[in-house]
């Protein structure tokens, strides 16, 4: 199966359960439910449940053991979105070639949305099953952390401090190591702990997933300069006009294009010391720095 054929097979898979959780909702705020779904449902490019299952899938996993999994990530993804969107953080109005939630509902409602994908996120991990309970705790202090202060959130926060400052290398990427970093590599690390693989081979995991995120980072980064509007399916320009610290700003795009490929390089290396077939990880570390939104 090609990259494409594989990215399609999971994005219509997840796409699919995420439809059927979002319509399981009960109908006790109908305008909250279908900002929810707003949120949640607009597409994109599935990443986070791309890299659970086919880490899962590489690892022995059945599909049907990861989709809560996958999911988890993607709820966590979209409340991430919903509220960065917001105007007291980036203050952007698309989003995947929408409107963003706040502006096809209000400000509250995106709020109150974000909030309610948090709950729906740790509602789905505790469908998962591990091979131990000391498993599952790790796992849920995993997903936590990435979703969390010691990660996401506290990249964001980091994120609007560094706005209009010039950072070193090591604090820009210690800003995205936690803002976009941190729950791709939970989206790698928490199969492996269903799956309940070796330590040695975990940390490994854990690398792959560290430099693939930040390659991801990068690659955004020079998106915002080099892409249009309705390819991205977002506001082009937007780190710039907003001084945002970047990779293109702080090393150049040239310089920018190169880091990104030498972090692919390192997570390929990790992932061939593995023994597995991780030729659709390696192939979507490959499309990381080659996508056009």
Known sequence: MSLVENQHYYRQRIDAYLSDLVAALPD???TLKSAIGHGLLLGGKR?????AYNTGVMLGLDEAKLDPLAAAVECIHAYSLIHDDLPAMDDDSLRRGQ?????AFDEATAILAGD????????????????????????????????????????QA????????????????????????????ASVLMPALVAGIAQDQYQQLGVFAEKLGLAFQVQDDILDVTANTETLGKTQGKDQRDHKATYP?????NQAKTKAQTLVDEALSCLASLPYNSEHLAALARYVITRER
């Open 249 to 253: 700003a702080l090393l150049g795009l």
């Open 99 to 103: 409107p963003t939630v706040h502006v």
């Open 47 to 51: 990443v986070r449940p791309f890299l």
């Open 158 to 185: 980091m994120d609007m401090a560094a706005t209009g400052k010039e950072l070193t290398l090591s604090e820009l990427e210690q800003v995205h190591a936690h803002k976009t970093g941190a729950l791709i590599r």
């Open 28 to 30: 006790l705020a109908p």
């Open 116 to 155: 309610a994908l948090q709950g729906l996120a740790f509602e789905e991990l505790a469908k998962c099953q591990t091979p131990s309970l000391a498993g599952f705790q790790k796992l849920l202090v995993v997903f936590a952390q990435a979703a969390g202060y010691h990660g996401m959130v506290s990249g």
